[in-house]
């Protein structure tokens, strides 16, 4: 338009031109004015999923697992470089990245003195001895930079006595020994992983007088049976009878000198003698070689070190173009146990190429998000969700107010069957909006959302088929996210046809075995199902950081809260009107969430049909962002360290509903009304009805008292 | 504009404007399209100033004291329909308002056995009675609903026992007693108010074996020195002999059965039995008369009762016009001991004023706040804050989430001086700019601001000489607003001249005696310091709810934490340096604090001098106001009841320093190194680096990592 054109016309000409000026400032709407406001551009997202290549996954994979990276390691060190400077790549990086490192207290075997399993005869003399490392099958076993297989945080300790095998270690294995007139005291408890944590099994030997703990991995739990060197890696993906499953026995996570503290150089430590959470008696896990050749009296030897080592998270953002203050926030750990092809080099693979395609748009001026990206990649995890838990720890306010979701890739792919996804249900939409969109990996023409509902489902009250999201325990870094700061979670990953294998984890989990070739050859030839995984959640963290409205469906909640219900009343309700405790004002208060969450549900359908205002929008986003916080209570579970959201804590207890009312009705059912327990289930009830009291009343109109 | 007019013309004249309707859509910049933000309206302020009326104020305090109104009485019910009535008026109301109803514990005295002080002879006869009721001197201290003093959750009982002078009952006082030989077992003690809290002096009382506690009102304290009925009320505002100042003798806030839930009927009520914070002895206060009666053996007889009593806040909102999720929170509360002239109904009186001409503007369609304006009339403070607390642990989350600030107006006249504003640092930029244009009462031309500064100031190294602003305690209903929820806040009044009267606090102060006629004739005839009042907290709360940019100013925490540091290394600098402990990192944290506060002003000025999107300042006010929350850490203190605010926590140490600081130096200052006592001082030493590092990261551009 060229204002030199108009000034050529006369006067009067000039007078109709001013009124037709006046007239198009004024009286066309406003609307046609404001442009419409950045949302979820559906050509970019296409973008996205064509340019998520499974080579580059393959070689990412190929350099994050060539050598073992033990936290803290130099290795470890160097992917914290390689990090660096993929994300300050000029091309393919973020707006910014940076290190920081923390001082936590890992727990490691002796170099000097390694741990010692022996079969000592009847005069004293050595019969057997335990492999001390997995056998060098494929020439990545062995070399200094293959950790002795332990238990770490496990005391060191060189108790000997008869071996007894206690099956699993849970309470009820032992209790059941004992019932057989079986002396436990002084014994050493061969257990097999699984059924109780690792910690839990020491734990569980210790208050029976046990003096020491072997566990092994048994070929009927993670080999389908199979345990001959010709049936087992490099043969198949089945354990090696020489592999050992590593992993931590502390039994909470962070560092365990500064719970609730970031474990920066100034914090104040506990003292070591005041710290609670490690294994009570000396604990060392073998193979299944070595737990079969075991007999009579045993000796073991552990020589682990408990030392302070600096770890590192590696962070890097995109910064959000409308909305730079929220984060959607996207992490694995970057620390293994060996090489960790699997654990958990294939999350990080699929994160890399996830950051490189999403950094070369943006360095390319193709696409910046509504919101900011966050990426993480954390330090010892291995040790306990150290990283994440330190990084939630010393930003605790600012990640509260202002993340959006929470997003874990961790093990990408266990295998090739199915996408299986953990999460809390306000993030159910948008996994199931992403995955229905993206073809499945292998023959066929399934989306992956079709796929998926073949092997987990559920019929939903609301949708019908739907494919069923699990829950989110401890088990990787979402777990500070969703238990200490209350975000919406999720974990994404590949995995298993059940009724192909029963391993109860993909068979080289944590041995040295776990490396390259087992992945390139055994899990995922060709990497299609970690494209699948790096497809889905690229998906998901551009419709949580691009749309206009949120994608967080709280009104989801409601079927939980109401499945929880109704197995408090089927199964405790006749219990708790024995001693006089009423569900009312539960079931009340699950009504009333059930009704406001509806009817927001309902106003945000009405504005999206408008034009609303940005300002209005956000208002809206926060109620739906904050929803998850409103279940936290920082005192409902004072002996559970970090736990605070009542929905998702621990369950002990066998109903499966609101853990504290359940754990609280497990530990009152024997003892007399009027008791403390008694007490305690209606204090937990009580938390439970002003969560959900609360709940709703951040979901009304907010103007509303 | 009609189109009318434009339909007329021929069809060359309708190109012509046609390209002129054209030219004035596009080719006018955006920017005049898009209207101005809702700011503050200095006419709409004007406006308000101006229609604050003293007289109506009279009026409503007249209306509000006619009759003791004790909490959870006939007559405080009453007055939470008076008003309901006023806030649902449709010329003078607000959008809605509501009353919502807790079930509490609250104490009275028997009505069929009054508590009794007797004097006894040697021979066991009656020698003397206190006064069961205070003197009817205007006709308002007789009559049923005057309750006898009592010190409410006081345990009955009827111990007998020497007196025994104990000054203000602190703990060195009875510590000085047994220094001078004399033995308190079995005694009662005859203790002053002042110096300690009420329920403290039945606590230190009862460590040393007293049976029983009497508090009175020492005329040196209260009265300055006067004491005869001719110098006393209705003579002059002072006490008259009989007075007596009743009040809550619990330790903690809040309904004392359910802590951290809110007292409606479903909650879990602790066992009586758990109950802690209740004064361990029977407990009696009486008037300066009966105390220079005392002599010899005493009987007391204390015969309160716990009740279960429904008692209720009423909440009225006008709703914000642009951000109605943004709440400016203004309260009072409604109960009082007898009728409260002072206290609360002073307060009380204003807040009908100010919600009157805000309703009056409000129902004329002439305004509506950019945020959302809450009114609060709370019940049961006088129990222990309870309304208020029970509020703050039902809708937590969605207060902490959008309160922008609370004002408190409790007492809004104590006498005519002075204003005198208690509240946290981002506060004080919004009450001085509010100030320094509103005439103060009485001679002469100055400003509120400008009379305030004779009485109260300091020397600030950033403003120079400034009006200074208190700390809040625990004295009225905003403490669970700030010490529990983090919520910047306030409390606003008009208090005395110092040179004038050493009045402890004026003299009628929960007494019979506190009446309208004694507000009218003695502590502001004419009202023009309540107008002062109604207009400096109508001027904050304008300023809260209108301004674009939110008016608090967090640089200004710099000061206090640089002066609490300044203090740590002046007074504690030395110990801690014996004991290895630096103070460095606690250095840093203030550093980085002041650095990426005065920051965060920079880009503020800068922005304010563009033309901001509506957006951006929202993310930049969402820092302002979040700012408070960051400082809270509920695990910090966990012997203080709700008390989790890292910098306003009590403070029990004698250095005027970060309190978690003061308190472990002052318990570990005698004990070895090593010892818990220090390893306390360290992690109190964390807690505050961690708030003030998590302060700072709150307050940097929110997409650096």
Redesign the interface.
């Given at each position: 338009?060229q204002?030199t054109k108009?000034l050529g016309?006369g006067l009067g000409?000039a007078a109709?031109?001013?009124?037709?000026?006046?007239?198009?400032?004024?009286?066309?709407p406003?609307k046609?004015?404001?442009p419409a406001p950045q949302d979820l551009d559906l050509e970019i997202l296409e973008t996205v999923m064509g340019q998520l290549d499974a080579n580059r996954i393959r070689e990412n994979l190929r350099e994050l697992s060539r050598e073992p990276h033990l936290a803290s390691s130099p290795r470890d060190e160097d992917l914290v470089q390689l990090l660096l400077q993929r994300w300050k790549d000029p091309e393919s990086g973020l707006?910014?990245?940076?290190a920081s490192t923390y001082e936590v207290l890992l727990s490691f075997p002796s170099q000097e003195q390694p741990n010692v399993v022996d079969i000592v005869g009847p005069t004293g003399g050595i019969i057997h001895s335990c492999h001390r490392t997995e056998e060098n099958v494929t020439g990545e076993q062995g070399g200094p930079d293959v950790v002795q297989p332990y238990a770490a945080y496990a005391p060191s300790g060189t108790p000997q006595g008869l071996l007894v095998y206690a099956n699993r270690g849970a309470e009820e294995d032992f209790k059941e020994l004992q019932t057989q007139g079986i002396k436990l005291e002084g014994t050493i408890a061969l257990t097999r992983y699984g059924g109780v944590g690792r910690g839990a099994k020491a734990v569980n030997a210790a208050k029976h007088g046990v003096a020491g703990v072997l566990v092994y991995t048994d070929p009927a739990d993670i080999n389908d049976g199979l345990s001959s060197p010709d049936e087992t890696f490099p043969n198949s993906w089945y354990l090696p009878p020489s592999g050992v499953e590593r992993g931590s026995y502390y039994e909470y996570f962070g560092d365990p000198l500064?719970p609730?503290?970031?474990a920066?150089p100034?914090?104040?430590r506990?003292?070591l003698a005041n710290v609670s959470g490690f294994p009570p008696i000396p604990t060392q896990p073998i193979g299944f070689q070595d737990a079969r050749d075991l007999l009579c009296q045993v000796n073991v030897s552990v020589y682990n070190r408990l030392e302070l080592r600096n770890s590192s998270n590696v962070?890097?953002?995109i910064?959000?173009a409308?909305?730079?203050?929220r984060y959607v926030l996207y992490g694995n750990h970057r620390d293994s146990w060996v090489h960790g092809a699997v654990d958990p080099s294939s999350g990080t693979a699929v994160l890399l190429e996830l950051s490189r395609v999403l950094g070369t748009l943006l360095k390319k001026g193709t696409w910046r998000p509504r919101r900011?990206i966050?990426f993480a990649s954390w330090g010892a995890e291995e040790f306990g969700l150290i990283g994440s838990t330190e990084f939630t720890?010393?930003?605790?306010?600012?990640l509260q107010?202002?993340t959006v979701a929470y997003i874990n890739v961790d093990i990408s792919v266990f295998a090739n069957a199915t996408l299986r996804v953990q999460g809390t249900p306000p993030v159910q939409t948008v996994v199931f909006s992403a995955t229905k969109e993206i073809r499945s990996p292998g023959p066929g023409d399934l989306s992956i959302y079709d796929n998926w509902i073949r092997y987990f489902n559920r019929s939903s009250p609301v949708y019908g088929l739907v494919p069923s999201l699990g829950s989110l325990g401890a088990g990787s870094d979402y777990a500070p996210f969703i238990h200490f700061l209350g975000i919406s979670s999720m974990d994404i990953a590949y995995t298993y046809d059940r009724s192909k294998t029963s391993a109860r984890i993909y068979p080289t989990y944590h041995t040295a075995f776990d490396t390259f070739d087992y992945v390139d050859k055994f899990l995922d030839p060709g990497f299609s199902s970690h494209q699948a995984v790096a497809r889905t959640a690229g998906s998901v963290i551009l419709r949580l950081s691009d749309s206009f409205f949120l994608p967080l469906k709280v009104s989801d909640y409601s079927e939980t809260l109401r499945s929880f219900l109704q197995a408090a009343q089927q199964d405790l309700g006749a219990l708790l009107e024995q001693h006089s405790i009423?569900l009312?004002?539960l079931v009340n208060a699950v009504e009333k969430f059930e009704a406001e969450a509806a009817a927001l549900g309902q106003r945000i359908s009405t504005l999206q049909k408008g034009s609303p205002d940005?300002?209005q929008v956000?208002?809206l986003n926060?109620?739906l962002m904050?929803l998850e916080?409103?279940f936290?209570n920082?005192?409902a579970f004072p002996e559970e360290r970090y736990y605070s959201h009542v929905l998702w804590a621990p369950r002990t207890g066998s109903v499966v509903t609101f853990p504290g009312l359940s754990n609280a009705c497990s530990r009152a059912r024997d003892t007399a009304s009027g008791s403390e327990a008694w007490?305690e289930v209606?204090?937990q009830?009580?938390?439970v009805?002003?969560a959900l009291?609360?709940?709703a009343?951040?979901l009304r109109p907010?103007?509303?008292?």
């Open positions: 338009m204002w108009v016309l000409a109709l031109l001013g009124l037709g000026i006046i007239l198009g400032h004024f009286a066309i406003k046609a004015n404001s707006d910014s990245a940076g500064t609730y503290l970031p920066v100034s914090s104040f506990v003292d962070l890097g953002i910064r959000g409308v909305e730079p203050d900011s966050v720890e010393e930003f605790f306010n600012k107010e202002r009423s009312g004002p940005p300002l956000r208002m926060d109620q904050l916080r409103t936290l920082p005192r007490a209606q204090r009830l009580s938390i009805v002003t009291e609360g709940a009343a951040t907010v103007a509303d008292l």
